[in-house]
């Protein structure tokens, strides 16, 4: 499952990144993402698969491919999935071919996937300086349901599993890089854009920094 098993790794730009944003359902991570897409071009989104049915106005592609259950056991079996977990009872996965294009044409990945896939991302990889880990945190469980219930998107029950799931999904804050509270949109996306300018600035991603060392005497 390793991004780097089926692809020599010479195609990769070693200073392309992949950031994930995890958080519970509600935390606003959505929003964040389509955000960084937008003023950011620098990135592509991994369009994960999913088993789940489509909520209205998800487009099939852009927001999720939405698959079967068959399709999706055909897509772990031939290899095609780069991670993949169950969360709340559907079945999510990251395409491999997708991923490895986008880094192969010099994009940067985001990812809007949970804990598990972030484990399995990084138990995977060969470069682990390519991962970039940001969770983000609601800025209460209270704030958390108004927000979901504002939403209104689920029913009373299934608000009530919403929340236990996003307080395990919370546990994991730990195993981040970075952890952002979103209490206001705006400030979180600012943090969220300082990681990414910090990340670009790493030395090893910025390209012919070789030739400043012509300058110096001593090296
Ligand atoms: N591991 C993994 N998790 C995913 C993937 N795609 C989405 N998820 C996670 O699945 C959860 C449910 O996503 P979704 O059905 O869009 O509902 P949401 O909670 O309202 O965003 C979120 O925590 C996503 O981050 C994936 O490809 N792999
Ligand atoms: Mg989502």
Redesign the pocket.
Known sequence: MSINNNNNNNNNNNECFMLV??????AG??ALANKLLEIDNSFKL?V???T?TP?KGEINGE??FFVSNEEFSRMIKNNE?L???N??S?K????TELVNNALINGKNVL????????K?LKDNLKISDQLVTVFILPPSLSELNRRLKN?A?DSEETLKK?MLEAEK?ISHWVDYDYVIINDDFEKCFNKLNSIVNAEKLKKFRQKNLEKFTTFLKFK
């Open positions: 944003l995890s958080s519970p359902s509600g991570k959505t991994s994960s698969v999913t789940r909520r927001d999720y999935l991670e993949f977990a969360v709340f559907n999510y996965g990251t395409k990812f809007d996937i949970d804990w598990q896939g972030v399995q939403r998107l919403r999904e």
